[in-house]
């Protein structure tokens, strides 16, 4: 079952999710990836939100980016958003990521950082994971070499 559940609005978010992807595999992190936009396919939002076994969401969009805070809207787990640098060199999408109304948070992260989110997703999950935290504390030790 997945522990991670990464939704992008389209396919032209390919290579952002490929390096969300990337980093989990890395550190093992079993993921789904769907793509479901939150204007073009509202019910399979509803659907994979609600029957997912994940315990983290990141959610990639752009333009509009309503992804992210629609996810935030239906769950109480953590939801990272990613800005998809789709027009205006991605400030429209990182505005409207960052900028949600009080009590639907999303972590966000930098615009097209699949990286940083995949990161963040791995800090919170080693959290209640003893072996996943051994491997990000590796991991972060490597770094500073």
């Known amino acids: 079952m997945e522990k991670v559940l990464i939704l992008s609005g389209s396919k032209s978010d390919a290579e952002i999710v490929e390096s969300v992807e990337t980093v989990l595999k890395a550190f093992e992190v079993p993921y789904r990836s769907e793509i479901a936009s939150a204007h073009r396919n509202p019910d399979k939002v509803d659907q994979l939100v609600m029957e997912t076994s994940a315990r983290v969401f990141i959610a990639v969009a752009g333009l509009s980016a ?10 109480s787990k953590p939801v990272i958003g990613v800005p998809v640098n789709a027009a205006l060199g991605g400030l429209d999408s990182l505005l409207s990521i960052a900028q949600m109304p009080p009590n639907v948070p999303v972590a966000t992260v930098g615009i097209n950082g699949g990286k940083n989110a995949a990161m963040l997703a791995i800090q919170i999950l080693a959290l209640s994971d003893q072996d996943l935290a051994a491997k990000l504390s590796d991991f972060k030790e490597k770094m500073k070499q």
């Open 66 to 75: 309503a992804l992210p805070g629609v996810v935030a809207s239906k769950t």
